[in-house]
Structure formats: structure tokens, C-alpha cells
């Protein structure tokens, strides 16, 4: 069995910012390995292919569960007009990773 899962996360960007005009929200998918919570792979709907990059960079090899780390180094490093957007969509993806991790209710 495969040890990784995929996940989204969104939000909202700027009502002036082209990835609102052309997607409507924020976006970032993931491929997290579910036994070292390792993000292994990431994308995003950003409309500047050095943008995906820088964001990749930022994300991959770092662990979804340490999303106040992530959010850090995006508030640090990040100074594009969705930098709000992108913190958001993190912390969405993991809410959705740690309620995927915690199984079904009891």
C-alpha cells in the first residue's frame, strides 16, 4: 500500500489579483507520505511559473504537521500578493490532514 495521499487546500486571494480573476480562489495541492507527514510533492494556482517554484521550494521536504513553521517561512519569504492566500490554503490542507489522520470518529 502506498504511503502517500493527496490533498488541496484553498482560500480566498485579492479581489485584484489574477489568480481570483482566473480560478476564483487560491489553491495548493499536495502529496504528503502519511508516515512521516513529509509533503513530497506541491503545486499551486499561481499564475507565474517561478511563483510554483518559490512555492514548492518553500513546502516540499517540510512536514504538513508543523504548519506553523510552514506559515512562518511563508510570512519570511513570501511577499507576493497572496501571501495571505497561501497561508490560509496551508493551514486549510492541514486541518484537512490532521482530520484524515485522526480516522473516523469513535
Partial sequence: MASTIYLTGESKAPSNN??????????????VDTESHVIEKADCTATLTLTVEFVRELLVGRSLLEDDSLVGSITDRYHGSSQRALATAVRNAAAKYRDLSAGPAA
Fill in 18 to 31: 489574477p489568480i481570483t480573476e482566473q480560478w476564483g480562489l487560491f489553491f495548493i495541492g499536495l502529496i
